[in-house]
Nanobody, 125 residues
């Protein structure tokens, strides 16, 4: 099992950057495929990005390609999401999630077993 705690959210202006972190407990973090999801008010939780256990494979949705970067530091049990050129429509609660194995291209939230509590990102226009 793994416990996940996100941090780094906040209020920013359109065009600004934020870096989210997700700290994992336990010694098995390095075995998990990790993902970032987001949920805006009144909308479904949607996939944003994923990274495999070693960091050698990543995938981000087209809407954030070139602006968001997912990375991980297994020595620190931490997952990151660097977000640049943020847009107001990206205001949401951002969640990190973990799954055992699988492909970074599997984007269904039901494929993920463990979730953090989320961190709020608000982008003002």
């Amino acid at each position: 099992q793994v416990q996940l705690v996100e941090s780094g959210g906040g209020l920013v202006q359109a065009g600004d950057s934020l870096k989210l972190s997700c700290k994992a407990s336990g010694r098995t973090f390095r075995t998990y495929t990790m993902g970032w999801f987001r949920q805006a008010p009144g909308k479904e939780r949607e996939f944003v990005a994923a990274i495999n256990w070693s960091g050698s494979s990543t995938y981000v949705v087209d809407s954030v390609k070139g602006r968001f970067t997912i990375s991980r530091d297994n020595a620190k049990n931490t997952l990151y999401l660097q977000m640049n050129s943020l847009k107001p429509e990206e205001t949401a609660v951002y969640y990190c999630a973990a799954r055992s194995g699988g492909s970074v291209y599997q984007t269904d939230r039901n494929d993920y077993n463990y979730w953090g509590q989320g961190t709020q990102v608000t982008v003002s226009s």
